[in-house]
């Protein structure tokens, strides 16, 4: 099964393919204008990697943003909405939590490729910057989302809007992230 995996840096020519693709999995309670996360894509700790089928369709997409410890407390507090995550900036002090807003997977074929692509990102730059990401937090928008962190020993640490569990997993006690975060 050929495919094509993006990384963050080269996905600037696919966003009319991307964009889309997102919107058609995101509807509803979401902003998915690419304008309200100006913020993440002009980070160096915004990943997104997209998998390419054979035929130029967006097959996958995953994308993971380095935040703050007080991000994730006021998300779970309710005082942020997810378009207004700030992502960590560059010479702060905190412990830098990863927070994991989306991972799309219409093939599911590209499922493996594309985590490990984007995890070894997200370790690089984790190196380079002398980060040791502590915790991994995500909203579940979905059942499908809810069970399959709970598989990969998330918890749930609160509710997004009254509707949707805040899944958190330390780095430390997960062998799943442990294999793939410094």
Not at 115 to 135: A, D, G, Q, T
Request: one cysteine or more.
């Amino acid at each position: 099964m050929p495919l094509k995996i993006i990384k963050t840096n080269e996905r600037a020519p696919y966003r009319p393919l991307y964009h889309p693709f997102v919107d058609r999995h995101f509807q509803g309670d979401f902003v998915t204008d690419p304008k309200s996360f100006s913020s993440w894509s002009e980070s160096p700790f915004f990943f997104t990697n997209i998998g390419v089928n054979t035929d130029g369709s967006v097959g996958s997409y995953a994308a993971f943003v380095i935040t703050h410890e007080e991000t994730y407390q006021k998300v779970l507090a309710g005082e942020l909405r997810e378009h207004e995550i700030q992502p960590l900036i560059p010479g702060s002090y905190g412990f830098p939590y990863l927070y994991w807003p989306s991972l799309i997977l219409e093939n599911r074929q590209h499922g493996p490729y594309l985590i490990k692509s984007i995890f070894r990102e997200i370790e690089n730059v984790c190196k380079n910057w002398e980060l040791s990401i502590s915790h991994v937090y995500s909203i579940a928008f979905t059942k499908v989302s809810e069970r399959l962190m709970r598989r990969y020993h998330f918890t749930q640490a609160g509710t997004y809007g009254g509707k949707y569990p805040i899944m958190i997993a330390k780095v430390s006690e997960n062998p799943y992230l442990r294999a793939f975060l410094p």
